[in-house]
């Protein structure tokens, strides 16, 4: 099958490894990989904040550059929620738009959920040796449904202990935009989360979302916590972890 994989502009500009092990799982699940060159954001900063005709511009050209993939898959549940939830939103009263935007929505899934519910994968490719715990990231779990999967995979490496944190499921503060917004709010709950964390007593903090992990570790770090390693869970599985 040819996978569409949607990098995001985080994983671009910030740690590319991401998109590499995304690749490599892929590759394991037999799928062809396609990673248009043109690809840029999927318009979600500029959605949350009002700016709807950017976000309607970008839509498009997601469309454009991935319709002809059987699937399109994003290592984060974030950009998956907006391509799948949000973009029908964006061209409302436009028939044979919103027709094309719901189609592509309808074959687009998180990295994890298609692993797991598409590709069925078996074996994955990494190994870890150590504990992890998970943060279950927002968009993820509530506008997508990834909950069970990345911990079934998870509990296919070889070495690997998962060791639930108290409040998975709580927001680690970050929320693109709201961060910046309210710094102060977002800097408590991130405070809160890193707690959680640090009393899991894991080797690292795995999640799905870069945006939530670069929160956490910023917050980890200036809380003085240089031990606790903090990685995408493509980059544990694909083996990529250090």
Do not use: W
């Amino acid at each position: 099958m040819r996978v569409g994989l949607f990098v995001t502009c985080l994983v671009d500009l910030m740690r590319p490894s991401i998109g590499s092990a995304a690749v490599k799982l892929l590759e394991a699940a037999g799928c062809q990989v396609l990673v248009p060159r043109t690809q840029t954001c999927c318009g979600q900063p500029g959605y949350n904040s009002g700016d709807r005709r950017s976000a309607r511009a970008l839509a498009a050209k997601v469309l454009v550059e991935f319709e002809g993939c059987d699937y399109v898959v994003v290592p984060s549940g974030s950009c998956g929620g907006m391509i799948k939830t949000h973009y029908p939103d964006l061209f409302q009263g436009e028939a044979v738009m919103l027709d094309r935007i719901r189609r592509l929505g309808s074959r687009t899934y998180e990295l994890t959920d298609f692993l797991v519910n598409v590709a069925r994968l078996e074996r994955v490719p990494g190994r870890f040796e150590g504990t992890v715990t998970y943060h279950d990231a927002c968009s993820g779990l509530r506008e997508l449904g990834v909950k069970g999967q990345p911990r079934a995979l998870l509990a296919g490496v070889p070495g690997l202990r998962l060791k639930e944190m108290d409040e998975c499921a709580q927001c680690c503060g970050f929320g693109g935009t709201f961060a910046v917004k309210f710094g102060e709010v977002s800097a408590a709950i991130a405070d809160r989360k890193c707690a959680q964390i640090q009393a899991s007593g894991a080797d690292a903090v795995v999640a799905g979302d870069l945006g939530c992990l670069l929160s956490i570790e910023g917050r980890l770090r200036r809380l003085g916590d240089r031990e606790t390693k903090v990685l995408h869970v493509a980059e544990v599985l694909a083996g990529e972890a250090s």
